[in-house]
C-alpha cells in the first residue's frame, strides 16, 4: 500500500521538481522558485524524497478527513436542524476503532522512518573516508585514505565566487572533491562550537561536536557541483561557512588526489590511514 502511494506521488512531485531541475546546470543548490527539495543524487536522499512525499499524501488525506467530519457535524447537528441532541455518551465499538486506527496509522509510519534512519546511520561497505571539521567559521577537510593531507575551505567574497563560477555565499576557496558512484564514509566532528555539516541534494545533515566523531555516508549518483551550508548555529559568521563539493568520475578523483597530496599538508596529530580499498592494486 505504501509502495503505491509513494510511488504515485513520487511521480507527481517528479513533475514539479524536474522543471526546476533541468533550468539549472548545476546539480545540488536551490533555484529560482524552486519547490519541494533539491533533486536527489544519493540513495539516502532518493529515500528521504519518498518518504517525505509519503506523508504529504498520509497527512492531507487525515487533515481531508477530519475536516470533512467536521463540515459534516456542524452542518447536519447543529441546533436549528437537530433542535434535540442525543443523550448517548459511549460507544464502546467506535472508541476501539478510533483508539486502533491511529495506532495503525503510526505503526505505517515507524517502520519506514525507522528503516531509513538506520539505512542513513552509517555506510555498509564504505569504499574511503571524508572527514569534515567545523570551526568558528570554516571547514577543514581530511582524507585518511589518500595520504591524510588536509585543507581548509573558506568562503569565497562575492565578486570571487562570481568569477569562479559558485553562487553567492555558497563558493568556498577550497573544494571538497569525491569520486561518484562510491560509498563514502563521512566522518564529522568540530574544534570549537557545535556546527553541522549539510549537503541538501545528498541527504547529509550531521552534527558536528567538539571532541566526538559522527558518522555518515553518501553515494553520489551523477557528476557535478553540490553545495551546502553549516546547519547549526555557531555564532557571529555562522551563514558564511558553505560548502562547496565537487563530484567527478573516478579517474579524475584519482588524478585530483595527486594534486593535493602535492598542494595540502599532512594532517597533524593523526596517522595516515592505508586502507585497503584505499592501497593500489597489486601488479
Ligand atoms: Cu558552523
Redesign the pocket.
Known amino acids: 500500500m505504501q509502495r503505491v502511494i509513494t510511488g504515485f506521488c513520487s511521480l507527481v512531485f517528479s513533475f514539479i521538481s524536474v522543471k526546476f531541475a533541468l533550468a539549472a546546470d548545476m546539480v545540488g543548490v536551490p533555484h529560482d522558485k524552486q519547490m519541494n527539495f533539491q533533486a536527489a543524487a544519493s540513495p539516502v536522499m532518493e529515500k528521504i524524497t519518498d518518504f517525505h512525499n509519503f506523508l504529504l499524501v498520509l497527512t492531507t488525506v487525515i487533515t481531508a478527513f477530519v475536516l470533512a467530519l467536521l463540515l459534516w457535524v456542524m452542518v447536519r447537528y447543529n441546533a436549528r436542524r437537530n433542535p434535540v441532541p442525543s443523550k448517548t455518551t459511549h460507544n464502546t465499538m467506535l472508541e476501539v476503532v478510533w483508539t486502533l486506527i491511529p495506532v495503525l496509522i503510526l505503526l505505517v509510519i515507524i517502520v519506514p522512518s525507522m528503516r531509513l534512519l538506520y539505512f542513513s546511520d552509517k555506510a555498509v561497505n564504505a569504499e574511503m573516508t571524508v572527514k569534515a571539521i ?1 570551526k568558528q ?1 570554516f571547514w577543514s577537510y581530511e582524507y585518511p585514505d589518500h595520504g591524510n593531507f588536509t585543507f581548509d575551505a573558506y568562503i569565497l567574497k562575492d565578486e570571487e565566487a562570481k568569477a569562479a563560477g559558485h553562487p553567492r555565499l555558497l563558493g568556498t576557496d577550497n573544494i571538497v572533491v569525491v569520486p561518484t558512484d562510491t560509498n563514502i564514509r563521512i566522518l564529522v566532528t568540530a574544534t570549537d562550537v557545535l ?1 553541522a555539516w549539510a549537503m541538501p541534494a545528498l541527504g547529509v545533515k550531521k552534527d558536528a561536536v567538539p571532541g566526538k566523531i559522527n558518522e555518515t555516508w553518501m553515494r553520489v549518483d551523477k557528476p557535478g557541483m553540490y553545495y551546502g551550508q ?1 546547519s ?1 548555529l ?1 555564532g557571529t559568521n ?1 551563514g558564511f ?1 558553505p560548502i562547496a563539493l565537487k563530484a567527478v568520475p573516478k579517474a579524475e578523483f584519482e588524478a585530483w588526489v595527486k594534486e593535493a597530496k602535492a598542494k595540502f599538508p599532512a594532517a597533524e596529530g593523526t596517522p595516515a590511514i592505508e586502507s585497503p580499498a584505499a592501497a593500489p592494486a597489486a601488479q
Open positions: 567545523g567559521w556546527h553549516c547549526e555557531c555562522h561557512m
